[in-house]
């Protein structure tokens, strides 16, 4: 049978250190996958801690993979930990809902029933009256905050259905009427860290 020394140079070899790299490449990926969409949204006080840490894990894994270059499966899980990295800092994203949008709807019909909704709803609601290809349409922005961005897209489809409307992300934005979010945790977040921005 094999020797304690040998099963144990195995499991390193063939498990623990494939594990442990796909593991570390897969946090400092997800964190500059945050890192990169936090600077976009202008989460500028958040993003140079997360750089350290990420550059730090990098830093642990790059150095056992140069320990154990005849270990071929080491590349093999620095490779896919970068995948799953992007993959997991996008859905972390995705759950955070961070940021604001403007939507910009365009419609032939009457639009009456959508504004009440909206504003029902506590939107903040702009208006005007423009020129369309195919005659006058009315215009109507709405400045949402990401989380919000499901039901304002229900509504649309509720009210008027074939209405023409973008969506645009929103860097910064001072002021606006939005809706009361209530006790959440990024509330909770900002009264322990106030000097960061959400």
Same mark, same amino acid.
């Given at each position: ?37 936090? !600077? ?15 550059? !730090? ?19 093999? *899980? ?23 949008? *403007? ?8 639009s009456t029933g959508l ?42 489809? !509720? ?36 000097? !960061?921005?959400?």
């Amino acid at each position: 049978m094999f020797s304690e020394e040998f099963l144990q140079s195995n499991l390193f070899n063939w498990v623990l250190f494939p594990l442990m790299i796909f593991l570390a490449r897969t946090s400092d990926v997800t964190l500059a996958t945050l890192r990169n969409i936090f !600077l976009s949204k202008n989460f500028r006080y958040v993003v140079p801690f997360m750089g350290f840490v990420e550059v !730090l894990i990098w830093l642990m894994a790059v150095t056992q993979i140069v320990r154990n270059l005849s270990n071929w499966l080491g590349y093999i *899980a620095f490779a896919a930990g970068y995948s799953m990295g992007i993959f997991v800092g996008i859905k972390i994203e995705e759950r955070l809902a961070l940021g604001m949008q *403007a939507i910009r709807i365009i419609t032939h019909r009457d639009s009456t029933g959508l504004m009440h909704s909206l504003k029902e709803r506590s939107y903040g609601v702009t208006t005007m009256d423009a020129q369309g290809a195919h005659g006058p349409v009315k215009v109507i922005f709405v400045v949402v905050k990401r989380k919000s961005l499901e039901e304002v897209e229900r509504l649309i489809s !509720l009210h008027n259905p074939n209405a023409f409307y973008s969506i645009e992300d929103i860097r910064t934005a001072s002021q606006g009427v939005f809706p009361e979010s209530g006790s959440t945790r990024m509330k909770h977040f900002q009264k322990l860290f106030p000097m !960061l921005r959400f």
